[in-house]
Antibody, heavy 121, light 107 residues
Framework: QLQLQESGPGLVKPSETLSLTCSVSGGSITTRSFYWAWIRQPPGKGLEWIGSVFYTGTSYYNPSLKSRVTISLDTSKNQFSLRLNSVTAADTAVYYC??????????????WGQGTLVSVS | DIQMTQSPSSLSAFPGDRVTITCRASQGISVSVAWYQQKPGKAPKLLINAASTLQSGVPSRFSGRKSETVFTLTINSLQPEDVATYYCQNYFSVPLTFGGGTRVDIK
């Protein structure tokens, strides 16, 4: 079965860049039926979609974060990554990676990684 | 952006009760709604897609329904293991958006 695992620093300084990687096992990220997504959840708050990337490299971002976000693929490692620039305390959150199941034109998230807490301080 | 207004924000019910959670979309979005269950300290888990399609392995006491722009998640006969926060999600268009969540507790 497909599994996703986030990795990266748990602490980032303000104004620096947050970088996370999602390793995918049990399936290929080059499958045409899926996007690969990042979603975050500030402590005690709700879920926010950050963006998704297709196997071609085409990406879609939440307009609220678009100026600071890059999501990319490394097909040789079956991984995809998130970079968020110029972070502030408001970017402190649990960051999840997930598979987005495409359903004309977008889709739902299944499965999810376990999540990783990133604190900005 | 499509807003998903979810209510109530929290509820408490007895075991065996029927529980209903509502999400109202700010515009028509066909059946492009998914529902998730998130237990404390865990990642969300997909329960329902396409407004009413139950995922494999999800207990049949969970059901989803759509009426125009109002989407409901119903738990028939609430069980202690259903204590969690539930979220709806719009996937009709970008940006993909979530409702604010409903925390469900047991009395």
């Amino acid at each position: 079965q497909l599994q996703l695992q986030e990795s990266g620093p748990g602490l980032v300084k303000p104004s620096e860049t947050l970088s996370l990687t999602c390793s995918v096992s049990g399936g290929s990220i080059t499958t045409r039926s899926f996007y690969w997504a990042w979603i975050r959840q500030p402590p005690g708050k709700g879920l926010e979609w950050i963006g998704s990337v297709f196997y071609t490299g085409t990406s879609y971002y939440n307009p609220s974060l678009k100026s600071r976000v890059t999501i990319s693929l490394d097909t040789s490692k079956n991984q995809f990554s998130l970079r968020l620039n110029s972070v502030t305390a408001a970017d402190t959150a649990v960051y999840y990676c997930a598979r987005e199941v495409i359903n004309n034109p977008r889709g739902w998230f299944d499965p999810w990684g376990q999540g990783t807490l990133v604190s900005v301080s | 952006d499509i807003q998903m207004t979810q209510s109530p924000s929290s509820l408490s019910a007895f075991p065996g009760d029927r529980v209903t959670i509502t999400c109202r979309a700010s515009q028509g979005i066909s059946v492009s709604v998914a529902w998730y269950q998130q237990k404390p300290g865990k990642a969300p888990k997909l329960l329902i897609n396409a407004a009413s399609t139950l995922q494999s392995g999800v207990p049949s006491r969970f059901s989803g329904r759509k009426s125009e722009t109002v989407f409901t998640l119903t738990i028939n006969s609430l069980q202690p293991e259903d204590v969690a926060t539930y979220y709806c999600q719009n996937y009709f268009s970008v940006p993909l958006t979530f409702g604010g969540g409903t925390r469900v507790d047991i009395k």
